[in-house]
């Protein structure tokens, strides 16, 4: 029998196009997942059947979107699509001064070496690879200022991504108010699990800031979804739509970086946003020599167009109740099999907790790279290592980072995979865990020199 009053959460759309996905052998796996160095990354996407190393740039665009590629203006500069995504971005975000850049990190790129001076401090909840590593490039450090739950995949604080103001408070006074030229803050955060921060949180860490005079700049690139947990989690917030939470959000900081890949829903695109006159103008300045003139960034006239619409529908409530949904139906599977996954399930993939999958595996053997390599050879689902690969070496000491989450993140694209994938995936998962006990350990047998986990290659020891 139904249980009364339950209602499936479901999508607010139909589908009009389909595109075929392959299917493989576990023979055949064997060789591709050999042939890439047992790094997922190296697959080709041609040899995957479920695709969930990313939800960046890889949602599926509306009609809508659609229709307004055609509608792209390829002028070199002055492009009607500059502003129309000019309006969305201040209708929706609230952010006064628009820079377009091809992707995310090309807006951290701008905003690292526009504020950041040799030797400054840059306090931030977690730290995030692209982000990170740009404000080293600019003679920055950065200082992990979230609260300690974040680093405990078993904590279930319904705010993780929230900031500990004593951890700030003590930095500040060490280090001094005017070597810290602003606080990275990023919203759904990534390396917690797609955590959220709270508006409680962002309201008190906004005074202490401003007692110092230090900007917030926003890691935006997945706003929707954090405005989405505050309606659900945070008191008072839920009768409110989340389009009137994403601009609080934004709303108590100074500037944003933006991956328009994940929560905007577009292939490609990415801004950087920001209320300071003087810093807009070295930013629309700087852009031309990395990107391309201050009116395209980089990108088409048709992908800021996309771009546009693609802010309007994804702070919906429909569409984002429905995009979280999915992610949470994945994670509750997962956790009523008994697999160990980090809690609460966040908002844009389920995170597996390789440290207690595979309690007989040290970080050195990169057990959650092998986890993921061997997701793939059950079922041909690709997912990614969030661990001791991603988390990189320590500049100075040139030591392995060892983060105290080791995950393999299962990564759900915004409106492109069925809730039948999501069982398989849950499946293969359950699968893989029951024989947890055969798998082996990895040893890095090639390591680039930045970001690493990208093209690192390894070998089963
Ligand atoms: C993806 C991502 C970035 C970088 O954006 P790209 O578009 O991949 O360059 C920055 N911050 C977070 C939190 C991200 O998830």
């Known amino acids: 029998m139904r249980p009364s009053k339950q209602r499936s959460w479901a999508e607010p759309y139909k589908i009009k196009m389909v595109e075929p996905v392959k299917m493989t052998s576990r023979k055949d796996r064997e060789k ?14 041609d040899d995957v059947y479920i695709d969930l190393l990313t939800d960046s740039g890889t949602s599926a665009m509306s009609d809508q979107q659609w229709a307004g590629m055609m509608l792209g203006d390829e002028a070199y500069a002055g492009s009607r699509n500059y502003y129309n995504l000019e309006d969305a971005v201040r209708k929706y975000y609230g952010y006064r001064y628009l820079v377009p850049t091809h992707q995310g990190r090309a807006a951290e790129h701008l905003i690292s070496q526009i504020m ?30 979230i609260i300690d739950e974040a680093h405990d995949p078993e904590s279930e604080h319904p705010f993780k991504g929230n900031v500990d103001l004593q951890k700030l408070e003590d930095l500040i006074k060490k280090a001094g108010a005017d070597r810290i030229p602003y606080v990275s803050i990023a919203t759904s955060v ?33 706003v929707a979804e954090n405005a989405y947990f505050i309606k659900m989690k945070e008191k008072g917030y839920d009768d409110m739509p989340v389009v009137a939470i994403v601009r609080e959000i934004c709303d108590l900081t100074d500037g944003a970086t933006m991956s328009a ?42 992908d800021m167009e996309a771009m546009a619409r693609g802010i309007s529908e994804s702070v919906q409530d429909d569409h984002i109740r ?17 697999v160990p996954v980090v809690r609460p399930i966040g908002s844009h993939g389920v995170f597996l907790d390789a440290r207690k999958i595979l309690p007989h595996m040290s970080q050195d053997q990169f057990s959650a790279q092998a986890l993921a390599a061997e997701l793939y050879l059950d079922s041909g689902v690709r997912s990614m290592e969030r661990g001791v690969v991603s988390a990189g070496r320590n500049p100075e000491s040139g030591e392995h980072n060892y983060p105290s989450l080791e995950m393999v993140r299962l990564t759900i694209p915004r409106r492109v995979y069925t809730q039948a994938h999501m069982d398989v995936v849950a499946e293969s998962v359950a699968e893989v865990y029951e024989n947890r006990k055969r798998i082996r350990g990895l040893k890095m047998v090639y390591e680039p020199k930045y970001l690493r986990f990208f093209q690192a290659r390894f070998e089963p020891l």
């Open 32 to 45: 591709f997942i050999n042939d890439a160095g047992y790094n997922t990354f190296l697959l080709r996407s």
């Open 116 to 145: 950041i001076r040799e030797g400054d401090m840059i306090p931030g909840n977690m730290y995030f690879t692209t982000t990170r590593l740009h404000q080293e490039l600019a003679g920055g450090q950065f200082v992990d200022v």
């Open 190 to 222: 990534n390396m917690a699990g797609g955590q959220p921060i709270s508006l409680e949180n962002l309201r008190a860490l906004r005074e202490l800031t401003q007692k110092h005079n230090i900007p917030i700049i926003h890691d935006m690139t997945r």
């Open 261 to 302: 890949k994940k929560d905007a829903l577009v292939n490609i695109g990415g801004f950087l946003a920001v209320n300071d006159k003087e810093i807009f103008e070295e930013a629309r300045n700087l852009v031309v020599v990395y990107e391309g003139l201050h009116t395209y960034g980089g990108l088409a006239g048709r």
């Open 322 to 338: 429905a995009r979280v949904g999915q992610v949470q139906y994945l994670g509750d599977k997962l956790i009523e099999w008994k």
